[in-house]
T-cell receptor, first 108, second 114 residues
Framework: DAKTTQPPSMDCAEGRAANLPCNHS???????VYWYRQIHSQGPQYIIH???NNETNEMASLIITEDRKSSTLILPHATLRDTAVYYC?????????FGQGTRLTINP | GAVVSQHPSRVICKSGTSVKIECRSL??????MFWYRQFPKKSLMLMAT?????????EQGVEKDKFLINHASLTLSTLTVTSAHPEDSSFYIC??????????FGPGTRLLVL
């Protein structure tokens, strides 16, 4: 599975949009981009995933560049409860390999 | 999203004893389940892939005789930590795969071996 690169930490003000970048320059054509988040001492929570097209659900939007080498997760109106570690994972096979993720802190 | 439960949520045991952790998919059938472990301030590490009715596939470096995995039904997988030692203390998390490509995770089980 392709490797991803994420900034180790980010801050965002409550109520603003949080934009989390992810680089995956070695992604293969059949690999999806997944985003999960983990709040302290809990199991990871699925957020969204996509293959080529941009995706949106009730939690977030996923923007994938045309060459698929990078993507951005957007939380449109961040709240304090969105403080967590966010993982960007690229996978075409069954298993998910977690990197270090981005620790997002939402500030009041 | 799909719901996965784990039991127990936390367990304390004495060194040398065995501990069983259950992972259940509550509202879907999971032909494939995965087991991870996570040390403090570290990322999740995949331990094994469990397929219903067949032997689990372990990641490199994970002792299959130490971490016994059974996936007897489409909604239940178990992880047994045999002869547990303090270094086995960790956060164990399972996930179930919803066809075709999404995994949903359980809340985790915190194991402390004294």
């Amino acid at each position: 599975d392709a490797k991803t690169t994420q900034p180790p930490s980010m801050d965002c003000a409550e109520g603003r949009a949080a934009n989390l970048p992810c680089n995956h320059s070695t992604i293969s054509g059949n690999e999806y981009v997944y985003w999960y988040r983990q709040i302290h001492s809990q199991g990871p929570q699925y957020i969204i995933h996509g293959l080529k097209n941009n995706e949106t659900n009730e939690m977030a939007s996923l923007i994938i560049t045309e060459d698929r080498k990078s993507s951005t997760l957007i939380l449109p109106h961040a709240t304090l409860r969105d403080t967590a570690v966010y993982y960007c994972i690229v996978s075409g096979a069954q298993k998910l390999v977690f990197g270090q993720g981005t620790r997002l802190t939402i500030n009041p | 999203g799909a719901v996965v439960s784990q039991h127990p949520s936390r367990v304390i045991c004495k060194s040398g004893t065995s501990v069983k952790i259950e992972c259940r998919s509550l509202d879907f059938q999971a032909t494939t389940m995965f087991w991870y472990r996570q040390f403090p301030k570290k990322s999740l590490m995949l331990m094994a892939t469990s397929n219903e009715g067949s032997k689990a596939t372990y990641e490199q470096g994970v002792e299959k005789d130490k971490f016994l995995i059974n996936h007897a039904s489409l909604t239940l997988s178990t992880l047994t930590v045999t002869s547990a030692h303090p270094e086995d203390s960790s956060f164990y998390i399972c996930s179930g795969r919803v066809f075709p490509e999404t995994q949903y995770f359980g809340p985790g089980t915190r194991l402390l071996v004294l």
